[in-house]
């Protein structure tokens, strides 16, 4: 019922989405103020960012390598170099990227940042810790802005992801990727499975009626 009454009132949802995010906005939570560029996810808006940062905040952040994957307003990254994190934020949207510049000089929180294609310009091998909070819509974006959401109609973001992980993660670092009741679980399991990774669910949360669950991902003996 939950999912129907979703998919009725989206179109609604998303018109006033679209409206709200075609303009510079702000966001502030953590002691970290954010200014937000057209297109970029926002992390005021969604669940998963602040559920993401309320499972770190029980983990140690102090002096671990750490990669946000495709970061956008960079909270989770800022908030990880308030906690004296060695951080890196990476992604791919230009807005997202020149953002990320100018909040980390405007907060003193320095982060290096990488435009990166997934691992593209990335190894896997050089961080503790690896934070994703991927697309799961199965649909093909149109544009930078929906590649923060759809994850291409035959889940091309996971196949690449996962493929990129087979072939260059030796050294077993904490990867943990977000997900939520929403998408297609199964299917992205499987794909994950295909190059030889397994989905360890470690951390459940409910908030607005929707579940979101974070997952470690591991190598399959």
């Known amino acids: 019922m939950r999912k129907l ?12 989405y679209q409206k709200k995010t075609n303009k510079v906005s702000y966001y502030s939570k953590h002691g970290i103020q954010l200014k937000i560029n057209p297109g970029v996810f926002h992390p005021g808006i969604f669940l998963s960012t602040n559920i993401f940062i309320d499972f770190l905040s029980s983990r140690e952040l102090a002096n671990k390598t750490f990669l946000e994957l495709g970061a956008g307003s960079g ?20 807005n997202a990227l020149e953002a990320l510049k ?13 435009e990166s ?12 810790l690896i934070i994703i909070n991927p697309p799961y819509y199965s649909q ?18 996971f196949k690449g992801l996962f493929l990129q992980l087979k072939q260059n993660w030796t050294i077993e670092s904490g990867i943990f990727m977000i997900l939520s009741e929403d998408c297609n679980l ?21 908030k607005r009626g929707e579940k979101n669950y974070i997952f470690q991902i591991k190598r399959l003996k």
């Open 5 to 16: 009454l979703k998919k009725i009132a989206f179109p609604v949802l998303n018109r006033w």
């Open 75 to 94: 909270m989770i990254s800022f908030y990880a170099a308030k906690h004296k994190g060695i951080v890196t934020a990476s992604d791919i949207n230009k």
């Open 102 to 114: 100018e909040n980390s000089i405007a907060n003193q929180l320095p982060i290096n940042i990488v």
């Open 117 to 128: 294609n997934l691992f593209e310009n990335l190894s896997p091998n050089d961080f503790d």
């Open 140 to 157: 093909n974006p149109k544009n930078e802005k929906e590649q923060a959401f759809f994850c291409g109609e035959n889940f091309e973001y």
């Open 186 to 206: 199964t299917t992205i399991k499987q794909i994950a499975k295909q190059s030889h990774l397994n989905f360890n669910l470690i951390h459940e949360a409910k």
